[in-house]
């Protein structure tokens, strides 16, 4: 029987009648959850199961923030994975106990599967882009300033509403734009907020004379005046500074706010640094970070892939930054 097959009824033509073709229904479902419960002639059941989708999609969202390694990862994954071969096993139940002489509804169209698949396609892409603008967003570790808390190759996520009520803290890693280049996104650490004043020391760094807890730092073994104690003296040489890759607009700003206990941070501006300092080009190189330029705070690693020994980094898998 073909789809252009049909059967008389007192001498004129019904619906025509076709054989669901499992295969078929698991690839539409593959488009569209239900789609291949509507081409087996279920169209509540479709409904439902791309309603249950959908929820699904939304459990494994919320599972993303769990707190806990390794199931802020893992527990997301199962959910995806269990919906996605629910949607497809369904999809070929159908199609199987749908009858060999299955009439064709007035859905049961190719041009209405397209425009389904179309609809749902843009509102996905919409979606996605509300939870990747409002919500979170996956990044790429490229360096190894943040070493050893984010190893390159490590692939993390940013929680965009971390700081919904509330204002980025000292020792938060945060991803921001680069404020001498909005369209490089960069991750470090927090070390002076708005009001604060700042000073380096052997690349320990001191928040309103205290010492701040950083057992990451590494203290250098060939001291480098410029990279291992700031702020500089005010009246420092501005083209010392420029060849140290100090940008040229920061070093004219910096001397208004350095004083003889260090720099101070004005308010509503966070002064960030890598965690491997001795490789870290920072806002001791190019200044604040505005609050407004703060995309989020990292909050766990995803995925890490070691480029040098061409293998995955499970153990980092899941991990929370702190």
């Excluded at 603008?133 to 390159?152: D, N």
């Excluded at 350095?258 to 960030?272: A, C, L, N």
């Excluded at 190189?285 to 703060?294: E, K, N, R, T």
Aim: aromatic fraction near 12%.
């Amino acid at each position: 029987m073909g789809t252009g097959e049909e059967n008389a009824a007192q001498g004129g033509p019904t619906h025509p009648v076709s054989r669901r073709v499992p295969w078929r229904a698991a690839l539409l479902s593959v488009a569209v959850a239900g789609l291949g419960e509507l081409y087996s002639g279920r169209p509540l059941r479709a409904l439902a199961v791309n309603v249950a989708a959908l929820v699904a999609g939304l459990v494994y969202f919320k599972s993303l923030f769990i707190p806990l390694q390794p199931w802020n990862i893992l527990a997301p994954s199962l959910i995806i994975l269990s919906a996605g071969a629910y949607v497809l096993g369904d999809s070929v139940y159908c199609a199987r106990k749908a009858p060999r002489d299955y009439r064709l509804r007035a859905y049961n169209r190719w041009y209405v599967y397209v425009l389904l698949i179309v609809l749902f396609g843009a509102g996905q892409d919409s979606l996605k882009s509300i939870i990747h603008s409002e919500f979170m967003e996956g990044r790429k570790v490229t360096s190894e300033s943040m070493f050893p808390t984010m190893l390159k190759g490590d692939y993390f996520l940013v929680d965009k509403r971390a700081y919904t009520g509330r204002t980025p803290q000292v020792g938060d890693i945060i991803a921001f734009r680069l404020p001498t280049n909005p369209s490089v996104v960069y991750a470090k650490r927090i070390v002076a907020t708005g009001g604060e004043i700042l000073k380096v020391k052997d690349e320990k760094a001191f928040t309103d004379g205290k010492p701040l807890d950083e057992p990451f730092v590494q203290p250098p073994t060939q001291p480098m005046p410029l990279r291992d104690d700031f702020p500089p003296y005010p009246d420092f040489p501005a083209a010392r500074l420029v060849s140290a890759a100090f940008d040229p607009k920061w070093v004219q700003q910096m001397p208004q706010f350095i004083r003889s206990d260090g720099i101070h941070v004005p308010p509503g501006d966070f002064f960030v640094m890598g965690d491997n300092r001795l490789h870290s080009y920072d806002s001791r190189h190019w200044g604040f970070v505005p609050q407004a330029d703060i995309l989020g705070k990292v909050s766990s690693i995803y995925f890490s892939w070691d480029a040098v020994n061409r293998h995955v980094r499970w153990s980092r898998i899941g991990e929370v930054l702190r």
